[in-house]
């Protein structure tokens, strides 16, 4: 048997359980009819320029962290080039240096040779006047063998016959290669051409 604190206990947790229901279904129905009350006009707006104001504000936070972080970037960059650069100068003037300094030297030994020379003609005049006599000697040669030429180009063409008439008879005297050449101002190789192609006939 139940004792009646028993039943009052089980009375009043029924009770609790139906108001609790009750409750529920209520808090359900206020927030059911919040969720489909429309906002005023003057709060959407208000939360539109609060959306606004924070995404400009935002936009423009990157903004300016980006322009930051070109500058830095450019400034690295700026001087990484800068010191390139100066490195690349510095070898320049280093190698001007060094051609100026080469030049210097042989512009010294072409001034020692010089006074080398002048001092040896100095002392030998001998040989300086035999290096002179050998420069006349070849200046009369180049203008007598101009002459030779300018004699073998002087002979016609309708001569060519007897040239060559004279060259077998001057060979069949007994005249040798280089005496032919020397009399009828020609070369040697073209005695030897006519001697060996009209010579055994």
Do not use: W
Request: hydrophobic share 35%; charged share 30%; net charge neutral.
């Amino acid at each position: 048997m139940l004792t009646a604190i028993e039943i009052i206990i089980l009375i009043i947790g029924f009770l609790a359980v139906c108001i609790s229901f009750f409750v529920g279904n209520n808090s359900n129905a206020k927030t059911a009819q919040i969720s489909h009350v429309d906002m005023p006009e003057e709060t959407k707006e208000q939360l539109k320029k609060e959306m606004t104001d924070y995404l400009e504000g935002k936009k423009e936070q990157t903004i300016s962290e980006t322009q930051e972080y070109l500058n830095r970037k450019s400034n690295e960059k700026i001087m990484e080039f800068d010191e390139f650069s100066s490195q690349i100068m510095e070898k320049i003037n280093r190698n001007h240096e060094e051609v100026v300094f080469m030049y210097q030297m042989l512009s010294d030994k072409e001034e020692q040779l010089k006074e080398h020379l002048n001092h040896a003609s100095k002392k030998n005049p001998t040989q300086a006047a035999g290096i002179e006599r050998k420069k006349e000697i070849l200046q009369k040669k180049v203008p007598e063998k101009e002459k030779k030429v300018e004699k073998k180009a002087e002979v016609p063409p309708s001569q060519d016959s007897d040239l060559n008439a004279q060259m077998l008879a001057l060979y069949k005297q007994g005249k040798s290669i280089l005496e032919i050449s020397k009399m009828l101002h020609v070369g040697q190789g073209e005695v030897k051409l006519i001697v060996s192609l009209y010579g055994g006939k």
